[in-house]
Nanobody, 121 residues
């Protein structure tokens, strides 16, 4: 069964950087759109960034110019490079992806378990 696993979260001072990874495992035929969401304590989950299979990207206004999403199709992995981190970036970050499993004709949306990012002032 297809699974997504995030890694790379942790504690960092304001202005610092982190790189998150999201690796998809299982029998995968293709991954179309992959992206990142985040949820701060007491707040709703919000969109952060996405990337298509062709490399087209989109970002939330709050992270434009600071975050960069990328992917390695050979490794079935998507990354989020986070620079110039701010305390308001503190949240649990979740990756998601639309994936067509091997032998299936339709795509399904998968979510990772989340990784905590904490930015101190």
């Amino acid at each position: 069964q297809v699974q997504l696993v995030e890694s790379g979260g942790g504690f960092v001072q304001a202005g610092g950087s982190l790189r998150l990874s999201c690796a998809a495992s299982g029998s995968i035929f293709s991954i179309s759109i992959a992206g990142w969401y985040r949820q701060a304590l007491g707040k709703q989950r919000e969109f952060v960034a996405r990337i298509t299979s062709g490399g087209s990207t989109d970002y939330a206004d709050s992270v434009k110019g600071r975050f960069t999403i990328s992917r390695d199709n050979a490794k079935n992995t998507v990354y989020l490079q986070m620079n110039s981190l701010k305390p308001e970036d503190t949240a649990v970050y979740y990756c998601n992806a639309n994936i067509v499993p091997l032998g299936m004709g339709s795509a399904y949306k998968y979510w990772g378990q989340g990784t905590q990012v904490t930015v101190s002032s």
